[in-house]
């Protein structure tokens, strides 16, 4: 495992990708401490819960939908919610406005 620091990024950006490309982690550090771990893609990462954890990341980022989200984890809908649960994280992201039309709306 190569250990850079952020500055190296810069300038030794073609060897981190080597190293992925050639399965190696590789530590990224700022000022002396770790930051973050660099993991190429594997099949066995995926299969081992990168998926679920991208798919919750970006779910609670919004950056994709709950349906989008249980589809990149590889799970079913309710598998994926009770994960959310498990974490907890609400399926449901509504605000104060949405919620009182749903209600309203839903009493109809």
Known sequence: M????????RERTGTLIHDAEEGKLSLITKH????????????ELLDFG???????KL??????TLEKAAKVSGLNMESFIEKLGQ?????VNYSVSELEQE????GQ
Do not use: Q, Y
Not at 2 to 9: I, P, Y
Not at 32 to 43: D, E, I, M, Q
Not at 103 to 106: A, R, S, Y
């Open 32 to 43: 002396g401490r770790p930051v973050f771990l660099a993991v190429p893609f594997t099949p």
């Open 50 to 56: 990168l998926r679920t954890a991208l798919a919750i």
């Open 87 to 91: 974490l907890g994280i609400s399926a």
């Open 2 to 9: 190569d250990t850079f620091t952020v500055r190296d990024l």
């Open 59 to 64: 779910f609670k980022d919004e950056t994709i």
């Open 103 to 106: 209600l309203k709306d839903f």
